[in-house]
Structures are given as structure tokens and as C-alpha cells.
């Protein structure tokens, strides 16, 4: 069975400033994928950054950006320019396409960015 | 992304009834997901929802206590069966978009209390 580890439970950062959450991984598939979801607070879950495990270029998406380390079985999220409406619980998620396409999600990490 | 709607958005229900929950897509969509994320904690994956098959539960989860329809490639039902204080939880639906199968949006959930 595959496992996530987000070994963060809470996190802060100050406005504009940049911010890493780590998320840690077990599994013995070499094709997988990986994500970082969004929770605001009592709202849905939005899709923030993918990265296909065969890629070694690491996902980009405007101020969200990864660092893929296969090996280590690790995949940060680093969070630049951070603004207020970053505040949210952030989850890393992981996907074995041999073995269905649920996702197994970590606990999460509530990230709250200050004035 | 999808555009994916739930209804009801909230709940409040007494033990011992059930409620069914309703998940909508814009469009077409192969595979829709239904996950549960009780207070405080993260998502965890109680079926996949087939046109035209049966759902395929998780480990943990049964069709007796959540039914699950998929009538057409647009909408799904959830039931949550036999209520009781501990089913209280976000239930989402998920459904891939695009063919890209490994990428999941979700719903904004159905928050659901029952006392």
C-alpha cells in the first residue's frame, strides 16, 4: 500500500514571502503521479499542481512550483509571492494508475499567510 | 476543469435514516469517485462509480451502507445508509476530465451531521 507523509501539520508565512511544505511518499510503482490539492476554509478542494513521475522537469504552475526528488520519494510544494488567499489546508496526494485511479491522500498541512 | 455541483450542500439528519447525495458534471465524464473526509482528518476514497457496472468499493466500505447509482456519464448518486453520529463527515464527489484519467476535480462536498 502506498502512504503519504505531510510532516507539517501547521504552517506560517508572511505575505509575499515564500513558503515550502514537504510531503513524503512510499511505494515500490515506478509510474505514478502526484498532486497537491487546496481546501480554503469550508470550501471544495482545488486541483493546485501535478506531476507525472516519469517527468524529471519539475510542475510549474504560476507561483506554485515543485521539487520532484524520485528518489527520495519527495515532492515539496514551494508557494512564492504568497498572498492571503493562500490561506488553506494543503494535501498531497498520490495515484498508482496500476492499480485504479484513487487517490491517497496525506493528513494535510494548514498553511496560514499573515498580513 | 469541471464544473461539478452536490446537492444538498449540507445535511443535518437524524440516526437511523439515510440520505442520498447527488453529484452533477457539465459533461461527459468516464469515471466519477466518492470520498468521505471526516472532521479534521483527510480524504479517504469510498467507491468509483462505473456507467453501466457496479461500483467498486474501498477496503472498509460496503454497498449496504453506501449505495452507489451512476445512470449516465453526467451524474451520480450517494447513499449513506443506517445513519449514525459517526458517519458525520464532507462527502465529495471527484470525477476526471479531459482524458487525462489520472486528474481528479472535485465537487464542493455535501457537509453532513447526524445527530
Known amino acids: 500500500a502506498q502512504t503519504v507523509t505531510q510532516s507539517q501539520p501547521e504552517m506560517s508565512v508572511q505575505e509575499a ?35 507525472e513521475a516519469y517527468k524529471q522537469q519539475n510542475a510549474t504552475e ?15 510544494l514551494k508557494i512564492s509571492d504568497s498572498q492571503l488567499g493562500d ?16 487517490l491517497n491522500f496525506g493528513k494535510g498541512t494548514s498553511l496560514l499567510v499573515t498580513p | 476543469s469541471a464544473v461539478i455541483s452536490q446537492k444538498p450542500s449540507r445535511d443535518i439528519c ?7 447525495i447527488q453529484c452533477q458534471v457539465d ?4 469515471m466519477m469517485f466518492w470520498y ?15 456507467q453501466g ?6 477496503s472498509g466500505f460496503v454497498i449496504d451502507k453506501f449505495p ?18 459517526e458517519d458525520s463527515s464532507i462527502y465529495l464527489c471527484s470525477v476526471e476530465r479531459g482524458g487525462l484519467m489520472e486528474t481528479q476535480y472535485f465537487g464542493p462536498g455535501t457537509r453532513l451531521l447526524v445527530l
Open chain 1, 17 to 51: 514571502e515564500t513558503v515550502t511544505l514537504s510531503c513524503t511518499y512510499d511505494t515500490s510503482e515506478n509510474n505514478y503521479y502526484l498532486f497537491w490539492y487546496k481546501q480554503p476554509p469550508s470550501r471544495q478542494m482545488i486541483l493546485v499542481i501535478r506531476q
Open chain 1, 62 to 76: 504560476n507561483r506554485f512550483s515543485v521539487n520532484f526528488q524520485k528518489a527520495a520519494k519527495s515532492f515539496s
Open chain 1, 87 to 102: 490561506t488553506a489546508m494543503y494535501f498531497c496526494a498520490f495515484m498508482n494508475t496500476n492499480s485504479g485511479y484513487a
Open chain 2, 14 to 20: 437524524q440516526r437511523g435514516t439515510s440520505l442520498t
Open chain 2, 27 to 30: 459533461s461527459q465524464v468516464t
Open chain 2, 36 to 50: 468521505r473526509q471526516q472532521p479534521g482528518q483527510s480524504l479517504t476514497l469510498i467507491a468509483t462509480a462505473n
Open chain 2, 53 to 58: 457496472s457496479e461500483a467498486t468499493y474501498e
Open chain 2, 68 to 85: 452507489i447509482s451512476r445512470p449516465n456519464l453526467t451524474f451520480s448518486t450517494l447513499t449513506v445508509s443506517n445513519m449514525s453520529p
